[in-house]
């Protein structure tokens, strides 16, 4: 927190004029309300500011709908990438207003989302060949795949929403599938895509591409340790990515064997998912792998296992929870000497 000592100083050097130091002030006050109530080693986790961004973000929907109508209207649906592109100028205009003027938080991620389904519809409409498609050849998707990831990538170093970031590492797993598609030439059923058995790399692909999402989330959280900045926020929606795409696989494979050593490595995987977000204090790592795998299990199988799988791992994630803080200062106490701690959030 700034104090007005230093603001003080500041102003009398000349660094800063009032406007700017009473706005500094104003800032450090709020963040410093913002996490009075919250632990020092929690995971600071914020998507809305108040009821007014939920306000914003309803009445943007609508406008997008009406917006969607009215130009389809005009072009009788006859230019589908005419008419992405008109929108992206109303979408780009009032990014500028909400994220860069107004800094919030629930409208940026609602235009993110808007800007990357608008992208992708329009590059898709004018480059993706439906009879290619019809026939399972998927080549034509992938510049317009390429082409989406590059406008995110515009749309992020222009605006820094957080919530993008995951958004772009998706479109990269999807470009990423869809050329393994085109150059192994294997059908992409959910079998192929990942099950470690299955035909085709689409397992490994989908594991590789969770590691390089874990490095970047790393990189970011490495990079702001005491979580403050924007960095760690993008760091968070990586980590909701990269903990599903390294779990799919593996647990895939374990909860179809349906054996009791298939279902015990299961448990010992997802320990050592705990163990691992203990130690980067990222509580988002553990949740996401923990609810994918809940989800597996009632889409592959529905028997006494799925009661005892989830039954375990409800009661590791309670456990996690309420002991979160010793857990993790025994934990990082042990792998101390190996673990560059000074890069790390700060244990009590």
């Not at 007014?52 to 130009?71: D, K």
């Not at 993706?128 to 390429?146: E, H, K, R, T, W």
């Not at 929870?321 to 200062?329: F, K, P």
Request: hydrophobic share 60%; with cysteine; proline share 4%.
């Amino acid at each position: 927190m700034i104090n007005r000592d230093t603001l003080k100083a500041a102003l009398d050097a000349g660094i800063i004029t009032e406007l700017q130091a009473s706005s500094l002030e104003k800032l450090s006050i709020s963040r410093q309300e913002a996490r009075s109530n919250l632990s020092v080693v929690d995971e600071p986790f914020e998507i809305f500011r108040g009821f007014n961004e939920i306000f914003i973000v309803v009445g943007l929907g609508i406008l997008a709908m009406g917006w969607y109508v009215l130009i389809a209207v005009v072009a009788n649906f006859n230019n589908i990438p005419t008419l992405c592109l008109f929108s992206a100028i109303p979408i780009w205009l009032l990014s500028e207003y909400f994220i860069r003027q107004r800094r919030m938080l629930a409208p940026a991620i609602a235009l993110a989302l808007l800007f990357s389904a608008n992208a992708a519809s329009g590059f898709v409409a004018q480059f993706a060949q439906v009879f290619m498609i019809a026939q399972q050849d998927y080549s034509s998707l992938l510049l317009p795949f390429g082409l989406t990831i590059i406008s995110l990538t515009i749309f992020w170093w222009r605006f820094a929403v957080p919530f993008s970031m995951m958004l772009i590492a998706l479109s990269i797993f999807s470009f990423a599938l869809l050329l393994t598609v085109v150059q192994t030439d294997v059908p992409l059923t959910t079998t192929n895509l990942f099950h470690l058995s299955g035909r085709g790399p689409f397992a490994w692909v989908t594991i590789i591409f969770g590691a390089f999402s874990f490095i970047a989330a790393m990189w970011f959280d490495m990079s702001d340790p005491h979580r403050v900045t924007r960095r760690s926020a993008q760091g968070f929606w990586l980590h909701l990515v990269a903990a599903p795409a390294l779990v799919n696989p593996i647990a895939l494979s374990l909860i179809e064997q349906d054996t009791f050593v298939s279902n015990v490595t299961l448990l010992i995987v997802l320990l050592l998912f705990s163990i691992i977000a203990v130690i980067i204090n990222r509580r988002s790592f553990l949740i996401a792998a923990a609810s994918y795998c809940v989800a597996l299990c009632f889409v592959v199988f529905d028997n006494a296992s799925t009661g005892l799988i989830l039954l375990s791992l409800g009661t590791l994630l309670v456990v996690f929870g309420a002991a979160w803080e010793r857990i993790r200062s025994r934990v990082l106490a042990l792998f101390g000497p190996i673990l560059p701690l000074d890069r790390l959030p700060p244990s009590t």
